[in-house]
């Protein structure tokens, strides 16, 4: 009886944990990709002070360059 | 009948997700390995080599379906694969070739297979099925053993675990020592588990397990089972963040084993302080001689099974033939010379060294910090191993060659993690490397466009 136990307890775990492992093998990345020092929100942290300096060095006066439309205008 | 029907597909469930996911194939043939379903089944199974066919399919489904993303060639594949030739060269000398092919038919396998796992066994999720799949499988051992402990008692000789006879895990050294090393496994994947759903019952299952493993392994009354455990305490008060807490709990464990044991345990138990008046004991030293005695003029070894031409003279005079070396280290030195003995401590060797280093590394990432937690359990099981094993000859055994193709597996995932770490690229790269060291920026940027390079056709699919 208490074999059977364990013969049951111990399959029924495997067949769960390998459904489990090819389930989860197709849907996440094999090899974690974030970066040790990663802070998520980090790009846009990073990208505010750029366009704001951009922003400064046209714009001192609070005049912004107007946009230049493309196509055959010279 | 029901168990066999039961058992068959469960075998062909392994074959079935096989197709799907070729790792599973692998895993089936730990599983066959381990719990050896054969052994238990009374129909299909036990009528068809079922390892045969799982080990083919595992092999043929790598090099047809799975070959992305390969691991280098490391030190301990290369130790690996030179053992498994060497066990074949000695054979070329064997003392007694008949049996000694029986042996070398499935150490071969078993040392092969262990250098094929890191092949297969890639990511996080198929590193911890690998994990799982060693557990659960024992488990099917240990668990009615270390019940049936609970209500009767066990005792020395007493076959309490599924399989008859005393071999492989019917013998009380081997199966203690396997139980012993999965407990830290066990509570591994308690912690750090994605493939069960992560909650208090979980863990609780799991610290369930580790304690019937550790029943298992007490209600055997093997003396190589305290030793084992002993080194097991040590190793993982040592390894673990908490010392108070992990100290009070071995304390209790302690306690209870000394309260709950038996009579018959501990006068068992008390035979390793007088190891000249036990028969047992003193055979084993008697063996020991004469291995040493065989090297010094056998140095290559004698091949598999040499011990069956051992002679021994007891104090009182009484000569006995053919007794078995008891030791993992003997047994190795005995069949496999100086040479084997080398690299059956290489490996054990590197693999301390490099879960050590590994657990450094990697302790303080966060999205890492499981594989550190994994490399302090893989050193917890080797240290059992390679104490427990000091008194029992299963060196050829699975435990030990899967606890390094762990390892090698758990290394190289770290390492191709870090690989992938996003380098910066452009003026930042020139930036932060000429910061960091002046004229070194062209280098640093050449090894991130070699790496790139690298990295795409390590990471292109394989056909099929």
Not at chain 2, 230 to 235: K, P, R, S
Request: charged share 15%; glycine share 10%.
């Amino acid at each position: 009886m208490l074999d059977l136990v364990g013969i049951v307890f111990s399959s029924v775990m495997m067949v769960y944990v390998i459904f489990r492992a090819v389930q989860l093998d197709r849907t996440r990345p094999w090899f974690e990709t974030a970066a040790p020092d990663h802070v998520p929100g980090q790009e846009a942290a990073a990208a505010k002070p750029v366009r704001s300096r951009k922003r400064r060095t046209t714009g001192r006066t609070g005049w912004v360059r107007p946009v230049r439309p493309r196509g055959t205008h010279r | 009948m029901l168990r066999s029907l039961f058992l068959t597909l469960v075998y062909l469930s392994f074959i079935c997700l096989g197709v799907a996911a070729p790792f599973v194939l692998t895993l089936g043939y730990v599983w066959v390995d381990t719990f050896q379903p054969q052994a238990v089944a009374y129909i299909i199974l036990n009528q068809i080599p079922v390892a045969l066919i799982m080990g083919v399919a595992a092999l043929a489904s790598y090099f047809l379906m799975d070959r992305r993303s390969p691991p280098n060639i490391t030190l301990p594949t290369v130790l690996t694969v030179t053992m498994g030739v060497w066990v074949t060269v000695t054979m070329l000398w064997a003392e007694v070739p008949a049996q000694g092919w029986i042996k070398w038919d499935w150490a071969f396998k078993t040392i092969m297979f262990s250098a094929f796992v890191p092949l297969v066994i890639r990511s996080r999720t198929q590193i911890e099925a690998f994990a799982q799949t060693y557990v659960f499988s024992l488990a099917a051992n240990f668990v009615p053993f270390g019940l049936k402990v609970m209500i009767s008692g066990g005792g020395y000789g007493r076959n309490l675990g599924l399989e008859n006879g005393n071999s492989n895990l019917a013998e009380g050294g081997h199966l203690s020592t396997a139980c012993l090393m999965a407990i830290p496994v066990a509570l591994f994947l308690g912690r750090n588990t994605q493939l069960l759903p992560r909650s208090r019952w979980v863990m609780l299952g799991y610290v369930g397990l580790a304690g019937l493993a550790l029943l298992t392994a007490l209600g055997t009354y093997e003396r190589s089972a305290l030793v084992g455990l002993v080194a097991l305490g040590l190793y993982m008060f040592m390894r673990s963040r908490n010392k108070l807490l992990f100290g009070l709990c071995l304390a209790g464990v302690g306690l209870a084993v000394v309260y709950v044991s038996s009579s018959a345990w501990t006068s068992r138990i008390d035979t390793v302080a007088h190891p000249m008046e036990e028969d047992s004991a003193l055979t084993r030293i008697l063996i020991w001689k004469w291995t040493l005695g065989y090297i010094a003029t056998h140095p290559w070894g004698g091949g598999f099974m040499v011990w069956l031409m051992s002679r021994i003279e007891y104090p009182s005079g009484l000569v006995v033939f053919g007794r078995a070396f008891h030791s993992i280290y003997f047994e190795v030195l005995g069949e496999q010379g100086v040479v084997g003995l080398a690299l059956f401590l290489g490996l054990a060797c590197w693999a301390f060294v490099t879960l050590r280093s590994l657990a450094r590394q990697t302790r303080d990432i966060p999205h890492l910090a499981w594989c550190a937690d994994m490399s302090n359990a893989l050193q917890s099981g080797l240290a059992v191993m390679l104490t427990a094993g000091a008194f029992v000859g299963i060196g050829f055994q699975p435990e030990f060659w899967y606890f390094i193709a762990m390892s090698v597996s758990l290394r190289e995932y770290v390492r191709r993690v870090v690989q992938q770490r996003p380098a910066p690229l452009g003026w930042r790269a020139r930036l932060s490397t000429a910061e960091a060291a002046p004229g070194a920026g062209a280098a640093a940027a050449g090894a991130a466009a070699a790496g790139a390079a690298a990295s795409s056709w390590r990471h292109r699919r394989a056909i099929g």
